[in-house]
């Protein structure tokens, strides 16, 4: 009987050599010691004879089994190791390639400093608990000024030169505040969120006036919030920005979703107040307008002025990038000239 043993195992050693595949060791295995395999059958014909025979054998036979259990587990692991070495070789990423092979986009030339400005904004917020939301840039009419108080045939629609599209129904937004009413619609108060992007309007082009330009739209709704919420805030974010303390003040403006509304100015950085050409002598640069949410604009999205009010702003971003690094034309951002997006390759 020992002398069968050894052969199956001899057999076997022989066969293992040969298998290169996770498949083919299995199959092996199972041919070997499996439910139907050749230990199996040595066992099987064993019925009927003495028990001490019995014992014997089995005992040779389970031995083997585990020799064999162990060389399968050890070529398995071998043939694992291969298998992954392999994928290595096929899907290698040579993480030193140059950057620079690539001669455009962000690898060459950098980002654009509206979107290093819009993050720096969102970091701030987000620091301070704001959620960031974004809407699409092909609004309604609703979300863009039926909603945000400005009813269809108002005198306000034309603070806002818009392109419609021919439906008359919807337009490129005018400005980030439709994100204002989608992001009332879809939670409930308290909440907090800023919404950047671009926005669009059929402006004559000139150094401080483009068709397309960026906003970064903040809204507040809680209980009992004031206009120091909002200075707040503010003062905050212009700080951050600056790396230096700010001096704001309000003025009263017009915008029909906000009652009071008000435009923040701030104390001229380059100047001190003193008054130079970057502030035209008057000390201070007209910077964000905001106020406190009207109550119809609350209204039209579910939300309970008798419990609920809240403020807004909307920071023109470009405006905020062109006092940052002293740009004089607004028209640079969208010239396409990579030696303008080269300097702002960090932030
Ligand atoms: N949406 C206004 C604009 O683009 C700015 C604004 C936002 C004013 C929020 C008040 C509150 O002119």
């Given at each position: 009987?020992?002398?069968?043993?050894?052969?199956?195992?001899?057999?076997?050693?022989?066969?293992?050599?040969?298998?290169?595949?996770?498949?083919?060791?299995?199959?092996?295995?199972?041919?070997?010691?499996?439910?139907?395999?050749?230990?199996?059958?040595?066992?099987?014909?064993?019925?009927?004879?003495?028990?001490?025979?019995?014992?014997?054998?089995?005992?040779?036979?389970?031995?083997?089994?585990?020799?064999?259990?162990?060389?399968?587990?050890?070529?398995?692991?071998?043939?694992?190791?291969?298998?992954?070495?392999?994928?290595?070789?096929?899907?290698?990423?040579?993480?030193?390639?140059?950057?620079?092979?690539?001669?455009?986009?962000?690898?060459?030339?950098?980002?654009?400093?509206?979107?290093?400005?819009?993050?720096?904004?969102?970091?701030?917020?987000?620091?301070?608990?704001?959620?960031?939301?974004?809407?699409?840039?092909?609004?309604?009419?609703?979300?863009?000024?039926?909603?945000?108080?400005?009813?269809?045939?108002h005198p306000a629609r034309d603070m806002q030169d818009t392109f419609w599209f021919s439906d008359l129904k919807h337009l490129l937004r005018t400005h980030t505040s439709p994100i204002q009413v989608r992001g009332m619609e879809s939670r409930k108060p308290p909440f907090k969120f800023v919404g950047p992007g671009k926005v669009f309007r059929n402006e004559a082009t000139d150094a401080s006036h483009e068709m397309v330009f960026h906003?970064?739209?903040?809204?507040?709704?809680?209980?009992?919030?004031?206009?120091?919420?909002?200075?707040?805030?503010?003062?905050?974010?212009?700080?951050?920005?600056?790396?230096?303390?700010?001096?704001?003040?309000?003025?009263?403006?017009?915008?029909?979703?906000?009652?009071?509304?008000?435009?923040?100015?701030?104390?001229?950085?380059?100047?001190?107040?003193?008054?130079?050409?970057?502030?035209?002598?008057?000390?201070?640069?007209?910077?964000?307008?905001?106020?406190?949410?009207?109550?119809?604009?609350?209204?039209?999205?579910?939300?309970?002025?008798?419990?609920?009010?809240?403020?807004?702003?909307?920071?023109?971003?470009?405006?905020?990038?062109?006092?940052?690094?002293?740009?004089?034309?607004?028209?640079?951002?969208?010239?396409?000239?990579?030696?303008?997006?080269?300097?702002?390759?960090?932030?």
């Amino acid at each position: 009987m020992s002398k069968k043993t050894e052969q199956i195992k001899a057999d076997f050693l022989k066969a293992i050599e040969t298998v290169r595949t996770q498949p083919d060791l299995a199959k092996l295995k199972a041919d070997f010691i499996g439910k139907k395999g050749v230990l199996s059958e040595i066992l099987k014909e064993m019925k009927g004879q003495p028990p001490e025979i019995i014992r014997e054998i089995g005992q040779v036979v389970n031995q083997l089994k585990t020799e064999i259990e162990k060389t399968v587990d050890d070529k398995m692991k071998k043939i694992e190791a291969a298998v992954i070495n392999e994928k290595l070789k096929r899907e290698r990423i040579d993480v030193s390639l140059r950057e620079s092979l690539f001669d455009r986009g962000l690898t060459d030339a950098g980002y654009h400093p509206v979107t290093l400005i819009q993050r720096e904004v969102e970091d701030v917020f987000t620091s301070m608990g704001f959620e960031i939301l974004d809407g699409p840039h092909i609004e309604d009419d609703y979300h863009n000024f039926v909603a945000l108080n400005i009813p269809k045939h108002h005198p306000a629609r034309d603070m806002q030169d818009t392109f419609w599209f021919s439906d008359l129904k919807h337009l490129l937004r005018t400005h980030t505040s439709p994100i204002q009413v989608r992001g009332m619609e879809s939670r409930k108060p308290p909440f907090k969120f800023v919404g950047p992007g671009k926005v669009f309007r059929n402006e004559a082009t000139d150094a401080s006036h483009e068709m397309v330009f960026h906003q970064i739209e903040g809204m507040m709704v809680d209980e009992n919030i004031t206009v120091s919420h909002l200075i707040y805030f503010m003062k905050t974010l212009l700080s951050e920005i600056f790396g230096r303390s700010v001096e704001v003040r309000l003025r009263p403006g017009f915008f029909p979703f906000v009652e009071p509304g008000f435009e923040l100015d701030i104390k001229c950085l380059i100047c001190g107040g003193k008054g130079c050409s970057v502030c035209k002598h008057q000390g201070w640069l007209e910077l964000l307008p905001c106020g406190m949410v009207h109550p119809n604009v609350l209204t039209y999205s579910g939300i309970d002025i008798k419990r609920y009010n809240g403020f807004a702003f909307g920071l023109g971003l470009d405006r905020l990038v062109m006092m940052r690094y002293g740009i004089d034309d607004i028209r640079h951002f969208h010239g396409g000239d990579l030696r303008f997006i080269r300097q702002f390759k960090s932030c």
